[in-house]
């Protein structure tokens, strides 16, 4: 699987091994506190979940119109901004990047976070990758305001030659567009390229679209029934494009 000149990553569920609880009553308690604390914001936890949501929605249907994607991405950061707005009496003249709303949104993600960790052979892989001068790429369904922090607490940044986050460019897996882009961006040739990720409808079916092969990582112990049924469903078994399983998830594999 090493004769790929680049290799296109995943990254929660292929790399990071992570669990969140967005449902959880505390949470919201938590942030409910939070707004409160830092920016005067009121409101009452449950019906903060609520707004949320309902916010979130919005905002995803709106970009639905804008771009006519089906799978676009919304910026968590516009989400608070508002909720801490529709919170005052007086709205605050709030931007994406401001520190203040960049710490609201580690303090939501690292909150809600269950689990936080590297699989193993990550490290190693990527770095073998890198020695072979191979090109190592990021394209992930993910908020930067998250994601930016928690590569650089797993210690994987330096591996990549670029970063395509979805909530950076309003698009995502399995919309063709967003793997397009970064092949179109970096002129790379979609026979010489590898996907490697964890899902198939995301991860191999945006690979498929793209006439890029791909390598499936079974970190969720999926059963061979559900695997072939999605293949199956996304209509890329039989296919030459039929990706490469490797049904224990040990990413070190892919080097074999």
């Known amino acids: 699987m090493s ?3 680049t290799y296109i990553f995943d990254l929660y569920g ?5 669990w ?3 449902e959880n009553p505390v949470l919201w308690e938590k942030m409910s506190e939070y707004l409160f604390k830092n920016f005067d914001s009121k409101h009452e936890p449950k019906a903060l979940r609520t707004r949320y949501l309902e916010v979130c929605a919005k905002e995803e249907s709106v970009l639905k119109n804008k771009y006519n994607y089906e799978y676009p991405e919304i910026q968590i950061e516009k989400i608070w901004i508002t909720l801490v707005n529709e919170g005052r009496k007086t709205p605050l003249n709030l931007n994406v990047n401001d520190a203040c709303i960049q710490d609201l949104c580690v303090f939501f993600r690292e909150t809600s976070r269950l689990k936080f960790c590297v699989y193993d052979g990550v490290l190693e892989t990527l770095k073998k990758l890198k020695d072979m001068n191979k090109n190592v790429f990021l394209l992930s369904n993910a908020q930067w305001s998250f994601t930016k922090k928690e590569l650089a607490d797993a ?3 330096q591996y990549f030659d670029d970063l395509y986050i979805s909530s950076e460019r309003e698009i995502k897996k399995p919309q063709k567009e967003f793997l397009e882009l970064l092949l179109t961006e970096h002129k790379l040739e979609p026979s010489e390229c590898v996907m490697v990720g964890n899902d198939i409808l995301s991860d191999v079916g945006a690979a498929f679209k793209n006439n890029v092969k791909s390598i499936f990582l079974n970190t969720y112990n999926y059963s061979p ?5 999605e293949l199956f469903e996304l209509g890329v078994d039989k296919s030459k494009y039929m ?4 049904d224990d998830g040990d990413i070190t594999k892919i080097l074999l």
């Not at 292929?14 to 992570?18: F, K, S, V």
């Not at 029934?225 to 049924?229: L, T």
């Not at 990706?243 to 490797?246: A, L, R």
């Open 155 to 157: 210690g994987i940044s």
């Open 14 to 18: 292929t790399l990071i091994d992570i």
């Open 3 to 5: 004769n790929f000149s």
């Open 243 to 246: 990706p490469q399983i490797v």
């Open 20 to 22: 969140t609880d967005e």
């Open 225 to 229: 029934e559900r695997i072939d049924k």
